[in-house]
């Protein structure tokens, strides 16, 4: 089945030789709708994970260039971080009678849990002990990113009575729902919320990727925040940037204007709210992006690889602002969950004693190689990134435009008639970027043979 787009139906995808697939996706559209699934032209059915693979109900193997979406930073169902958790939850030695006293409750509602308070008092002695940390005092435990951002909004316009103005970068992405959907985006989006506004974030367009190590010329960015203040003065409330723009398309900004930022919110007594939601447990390098670039947010939105793989996120920050909160307010079913809890606890045991970030650190050298080789082809425009996180903007060739380049790249890298390899890749992003974002735990030897497949697939692809 040919390309397909973004209003199409996802029941049209069919792969050959995908049967069993085949038929759960045809299921799948008969009970759910369309709008539940991401916009994929691959639609993978994934019944099994390992490390850095999965497998479709075929059997067909697939590699990892995604992390599910940034969630597995330490690979798929590692067993280590699994028998942690276990025990975490008093799982481990589960008696065969059906006795499970000795076993975590799994409700959180309306009561506290040892592991909540464990795992809230390690993530604050985790924050705080990196560069930039000091501030994050308190956690607030959520369900999705969308609420952890929704709740650190709401911490900042608790503040002062008069403060409601929002600030936002643009195209960033920060969630669908509530106050998470009215900072993600730009004024073009429909339905915006009249206290937002957005500002530019440096979105600089080049071949090499060292470019975005050369100094950024502040000047547009500063003259822009102070137009923001003769307009609404003390009327600024916080914040809200990403480390790099994610769902953007991949745009890594120079240190300098985080920075910018940053100091901005210092001056005008407002709430600097960084969401590492993507960024958190590795992505760029170091545990968390905020100590990489040199920033102390007010609160920080942790998420995806904080429970790398099970539903759990956070707002951590100042606990004078959380305090002017009312009681109760941050509270919901899910929140704070035990086994959310227990797999940050898991997570955090699997950072603090193993050398998973040194290892990443090799690995971003690899990709960094390997997908600039890339840009040799003529459908490949671009590479950015930073540690693990890269995108590849396709560029329009042979009569095709961007976004077309890059779903024939997902759907061949997918069915990866290359010697049976086949990659899973996530996106178009942005229309035209494809995200490369593997486990941080992905064998250097196995980093460069997916890499040459994707150069020769890539090639094919420009060549047909
Ligand atoms: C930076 C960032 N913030 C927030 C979110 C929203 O998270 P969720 O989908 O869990 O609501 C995402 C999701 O991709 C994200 O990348």
Known sequence: MGPMTETSTQSAI?????????????????????????YTPSQAVLAR?????????????LADFTSGVLVANLGHNPTRWWQRVLKYLGLDALPAGGDFFSASTLTAYNALTPLEVEASERLVASLQSQPGGKRLEQVMWAGTGSEAVQKAIWAALEQRPDANVILATRNGFHGKKGLAGAVTGSELDHDR????????????????VARRREPLDLTPYRNELA????EYGRRLCCLVTEPYLGGGGSFHPQKEYLQLLERFCREQDMVFILDEVQANFGRTGSLYAFSEYGVEPDIVVLGKGLGNGVPVDAAVGRADLFAKMHYGQGSDTWSGSPLGCAAVLATL??????DVLAHARKLSAVIEGG???LTELPTVAQVRGEGVVWGVECAAAGGRTAEQIAVACVEACYLGDTK??????????????LRVSPPLVMPLDEAR????????IFARVASG
């Open 349 to 354: 045991d699997e950072f603090e004693t193993t």
């Open 371 to 373: 997908l600039c080789r």
């Open 193 to 208: 919320d009249p206290r937002v506004r957005f500002i530019s974030f440096p979105t600089v367009e080049c071949k090499s």
């Open 49 to 61: 994970s390992q490390g850095c693979y999965h497998w479709t109900p075929e059997g067909r193997k």
């Open 449 to 456: 043979e997916y890499l040459d497949v994707m150069y020769q």
């Open 420 to 433: 049976g390899r086949a990659i899973h890749l996530l996106g178009p992003l942005a229309g035209k970027v």
């Open 14 to 38: 069919q792969h050959p030789g995908e049967d069993r697939s085949n038929d759960l996706r045809r299921r799948s559209a008969a009970v759910e709708p369309a709008a539940l699934r991401t």
């Open 227 to 230: 137009g923001l203040v003769g």
